[in-house]
């Protein structure tokens, strides 16, 4: 079965860090870009970053550039998501997903998603 468990989301101050972890299982993760994807409440969800595992490229949101950076376990099929500097605007859940979606450079979909972990960033 094909799966990813999403962890460490939670309330932090603004300025604060945290690190989101996506634990892949029942598929090659060499094979597969994983990425991150947000949604806020009453807005479209936002592809965040995503890390290409067979040669570790990344892609970050130009919101997110410069304060996130993704990176891959592949000895634990894990991304991570390191986020530093956090915004009240960063405030969403955080998916990740493999089987990307990418069109003109821009994340925008995946075939395979977790459950999704709650970040919220207060003021």
């Known amino acids: 079965e094909v799966q990813l468990v999403e962890s460490g989301g939670g309330l932090v101050q603004a300025g604060g860090s945290l690190r989101l972890s996506c634990a892949a299982s029942?598929?090659?993760?060499?094979?597969?870009?994983i990425g991150w994807f947000r949604q806020a409440p009453g807005k479209e969800r936002e592809g965040v970053s995503y890390?290409?595992?067979?040669?570790?490229?990344?892609y970050y949101a130009d919101s997110v550039k410069g304060r996130f950076t993704i990176s891959s376990d592949n000895a634990k099929n894990t991304v991570y998501l390191q986020m530093n500097n956090l915004k009240p605007e960063d405030t969403a859940v955080y998916y990740c997903?493999?089987?990307?979606?990418?069109?003109?450079?821009?994340?925008?979909?995946?075939?395979?998603w977790g459950q999704g972990t709650q970040v919220t960033v207060s003021s």
């Open positions: 997903a493999a089987d990307l979606k990418v069109v003109a450079g821009t994340l925008v979909d995946g075939h395979v």
């Open positions: 890390i290409t595992n067979s040669d570790g490229s990344t």
């Open positions: 029942g598929f090659t993760f060499d094979d597969y870009a």
